[in-house]
């Protein structure tokens, strides 16, 4: 079994930062990809920021510039730095990791997610 634990969320301004962590554990093999997606009420979960073993990374075009995804592979460790946020950045943040482990090939995890609330 893998788990993805998340931490860092919490209440801050508008134009204030946030530093997202999410360590993953279990009987691992090989991580291929870890990233964030985030869930505004009443909206579908969306991509934020991936990062692809080898160090290729994507991001939301609504985030680009502002949040900056990076990975720990000794830690098995993703983490989000939210720089500039903004009130429509709220939202429940959710780590995801494409996993390999002695018993299966890739398959997708998920945290169990940590609420970011941009607000004055």
């Known amino acids: 079994q893998v788990q993805l634990v998340e931490s860092g969320g919490g209440l801050v301004q508008p134009g204030g930062s946030l530093r997202l962590s999410c360590a993953a554990s279990?009987?691992?093999?090989?991580?291929?990809?870890m990233g964030w997606y985030r869930q505004a009420p009443g909206k579908q979960r969306e991509l934020v920021a991936v990062?692809?073993?080898?160090?290729?990374?994507n991001y939301a075009r609504s985030v680009k510039g502002r949040f900056t995804i990076s990975r720990d592979n000794a830690k098995n460790t993703v983490y989000l730095q939210m720089n500039s946020l903004k009130p429509e950045d709220t939202a429940v943040y959710y780590c995801n990791a494409y996993v390999s482990t002695i018993l299966h090939d890739g398959m997708d995890y998920w945290g169990k997610g940590t609420l970011v609330t941009v607000s004055s």
């Open positions: 279990g009987t691992i093999f090989s991580i291929d990809a």
């Open positions: 990062i692809i073993t080898g160090g290729s990374r």
